[in-house]
């Protein structure tokens, strides 16, 4: 019933861009704090970007910070993650996720309630 879908996912050469999405559907996010967590192949999910219920406060990795964009629209339900200057260390299954308790943005994957199933970025040298 409540479900989060990842989209946006593919190949792409150093330097590129991709617009990942997740749509939520089931009951409303509106209200919930949203993140992006990315899995590279044998290692650990890694914080990306979180974004406050409103929209209005944002916290990303020092790994993507100022090429990273993480947005919502929560009239649509949808939350975005618009990736800039891509490297291949950005390479792995991207997962967003929602917490129901927390409106603030939060790094800690525990703390989220609600994951998607992820979708593959891979980025080319």
């Known amino acids: 019933q409540v479900q989060l879908v990842e989209s946006g996912g593919g190949l792409v050469q150093a330097g590129g861009s991709l617009r990942l999405s997740c749509a939520a559907s089931?009951?409303?996010?509106?209200?919930?704090?949203m993140g992006w967590f990315r899995q590279a192949p044998g290692k650990g999910r890694e914080f990306v970007a979180a974004?406050?219920?409103?929209?209005?406060?944002?916290d990303y990795a020092d790994s993507v910070k100022g090429r990273f964009t993480i947005s919502r629209d929560n009239a649509a339900n949808t939350m975005y993650l618009q990736m800039n200057s891509l490297k291949p260390e950005d390479t792995a299954v991207y997962y967003c996720?929602?917490?129901?308790?927390?409106?603030?943005?939060?790094?800690?994957?525990?703390?989220?309630?609600?994951w998607g199933q992820g979708t593959q970025v891979t980025v080319s040298s």
């Open positions: 996720a929602a917490d129901v308790h927390v409106r603030l943005p939060t790094r800690q994957a525990s703390t989220y309630d609600y």
């Open positions: 089931g009951r409303s996010f509106s209200t919930d704090g």
């Open positions: 974004i406050s219920w409103s929209g209005g406060a944002t």
